[in-house]
């Protein structure tokens, strides 16, 4: 069989299981399975596939139509100018939090020596990204998930910040190390009853641990925030992702633990995302 017949099959089993791109997705597959990029598969349709590979094919196209994430199956998710190792114990990373990386980088674009605390780490993406770019600043990373260490350990290699990076393994409420001048977080925000409503890719595949921020949705910002504000330099910067209803709540919560609302960042679907602010 051909990579186009293979992509055609592949398609319509996805397009029966309701997959929202499954063209991209089987060009994706694809390409990972015969080590090629997508444009290869696309301006080489109809070469022929070996046996095992088109086994390997079918084989995650059967995976992808039960909902497991693109990024899971092929152990990789683009983000930023990077590529991040990822697995099922750490959140995929998403389009909208790049625009976090953009604000940083406007913010402390004539900035040297900073440094900077990730909250959450999980796989890296924010904080690597971050350090990659400004050859500068050092870097704090924890996270309650030794997994999620361990790949941001590995992310780190890859992108070569190694050396401007240290990890931790703890949570927040115990974490008193050092003193910074920035510091990020992307918790877990989402309300325990709305967990359920997460489409299938979502909430069947990612880590709950990531997801699931308690009955308001709000239990870890509120932690995040609380002990930011003792980690903090006076007029260091705290950037905190947020639920798309939860503004004015943070809001407060950033207010009463002495920080100055700088800017309300939205994302690509124009929904609220981020919150900035300066400790007073």
Request: aromatic letters at 8%.
């Amino acid at each position: 069989m051909n990579i186009e017949n293979a992509i055609k099959k592949a398609v319509k089993i996805l397009k029966n299981e309701n997959i929202k791109s499954p063209k991209l997705d089987s060009e994706i597959l694809m390409s990972n399975v015969i080590k090629k990029d997508r444009y290869f598969t696309i301006l080489n349709s109809k070469k022929i596939i070996n046996k095992k590979n088109l086994y390997k094919f079918n084989e995650l196209i059967s995976q992808r139509s039960t909902g497991k994430p693109i990024a899971h199956l092929i152990g990789k998710k683009d983000f930023w100018n990077f590529e991040f190792q990822i697995d099922k114990d750490v959140l995929i990373p998403r389009p909208d939090t790049e625009l976090l990386i953009e604000e940083v980088l406007k913010i402390y674009k004539h900035k040297n020596k900073l440094q900077v605390l990730d909250i959450g780490i999980g796989s890296g993406c924010i904080l690597l990204s971050i350090l990659r770019e400004k050859k500068d600043f050092t870097g704090v990373g924890i996270d309650i998930s030794g997994k999620c260490i361990d790949i941001s350990k590995i992310n780190a290699k890859k992108i070569g910040v190694t050396n401007r990076i240290r990890f931790f393994k703890s949570d927040v409420d115990n974490f008193n190390y050092g003193k910074y001048d920035l510091i990020i977080s992307n918790p877990p925000y989402i309300n325990s009853l709305d967990m359920k409503c997460l489409e299938r890719d979502v909430v069947n595949f990612e880590p709950n641990i990531a997801l699931n921020g308690g009955l308001d949705g709000l239990t870890n910002v509120r932690k995040v925030i609380f002990k930011s504000s003792e980690l903090i330099k006076v007029g260091g910067r705290l950037i905190v992702e947020i639920g798309f209803d939860q503004k004015q709540k943070v809001i407060e919560l950033f207010k009463k633990e002495g920080f100055y609302i700088n800017k309300v960042l939205k994302d690509y679907g124009n929904n609220d995302r981020c919150i900035i602010g300066t400790k007073l």
